[in-house]
């Protein structure tokens, strides 16, 4: 078998090694290229989501050294049923599956991935008005039933 063929983060996809999950619900996520301007977009979602009463730790923020570090520590850790479906849905161009390649793609180009739980609609109102002022690409958020751009 060739090492290509066995690539966790090909088969399980990068969403799948920060989150634990293939499809991370509830979450508005998006890629950031500038690292200081990923810390001042995590730092503005912490102050809203403290102003809400909500916890501070909705919000996930991977640099992207973290981030190839926890692709790297989860490798081989997800099982051959996890692998399949993963490649299943990226090979048959489902919404999940082409978002996870962006995101991958970012990761691999030195971008950021942010993330902020999002419980209910105003939550995710919240994040969409906080992250318009910085350069958010790919924002989305994974609903419970679909995944819709933002």
Not at 28 to 46: F, K, N, Q
Not at 81 to 100: P, T
Request: aromatic letters at 8%; one cysteine or more.
């Amino acid at each position: 078998m060739s090492n290509e063929s066995e690539a966790p983060g090909e088969k399980t996809g990068v969403l799948a090694h920060l989150f634990g999950v293939w499809y991370p619900k509830h979450y508005v996520v998006g890629i950031i290229e500038d690292r200081s301007d990923a810390d001042r977009a995590a730092d503005a979602l912490r102050a809203a989501w403290r102003n809400a009463g909500a916890s501070e730790d909705a919000v996930r923020l991977f640099h992207a050294e973290d981030a190839r570090e926890a692709i790297r520590q989860t490798e081989g850790s997800y099982g051959v049923a996890k692998r399949a479906m993963a490649a299943l849905s990226r090979d048959l161009g489902s919404e999940e599956g082409v978002a996870d390649q962006e995101y991958q793609a970012a990761v691999n180009q030195g971008q950021n991935v942010l993330a902020v739980l999002c419980p209910t609609p105003d939550a995710v109102e919240r994040a969409s008005a906080v992250l318009a002022h910085f350069k958010v690409r790919h924002l989305r958020y994974y609903g419970a039933l679909a995944v819709t751009d933002l």
